[in-house]
Every structure is written in C-alpha cells, then in structure tokens.
C-alpha cells in the first residue's frame, strides 16, 4: 500500500469488511508509542452501523403488512 500525491490511502476491503467500515464512517489517526493507528470515530456498534447502513435500502413495492403476512408464511 502507498499514499497518493494527496496523501490518500485505501484501506483494504478485507479490513474494511472485519471492522465494518462503510462510507461516511468517521475515522482517526492517532500516533501511538510510534506507530500510527486508524481509530474508527462512532460509539455504534458493527453491527448498528451496518443496520443503519442498509435502513431503507431495500425496495420491495410491499406494504409492511404485505411483508409481514410474506414472512409469517400468511396468503
């Protein structure tokens, strides 16, 4: 890995997946005892973070009713 001439680096999609790093999550470097560390900034959880991600995404041109009744094996 390398920076770029604006001192942009990409973190990797392995990582990025394990922490739940998304776009728009707020993110840190921190020096410590020499070394730099990538701090993600949010009191979330993965897995809230992830929730909050995805809210809303899913179009499905079902009521909730309609989804419901699908999930719960209703006619």
Known sequence: MHATKKGQVTIP???RR?????PETELEFVEERGK??????????PGQRL???M???ITT???T???MALTR???
Request: no cysteine; charged share 30%.
């Open 13 to 15: 999609l392995a990582i």
């Open 18 to 22: 394990r922490f739940v790093i998304l």
């Open 36 to 45: 730099i560390v990538l701090v993600i900034k949010d009191d979330r959880t």
């Open 51 to 53: 929730v909050d991600h």
């Open 55 to 57: 809210s809303g995404s």
């Open 61 to 63: 041109g079902m009521t």
């Open 65 to 67: 009713d309609e989804l």
């Open 73 to 75: 094996g209703e006619d």
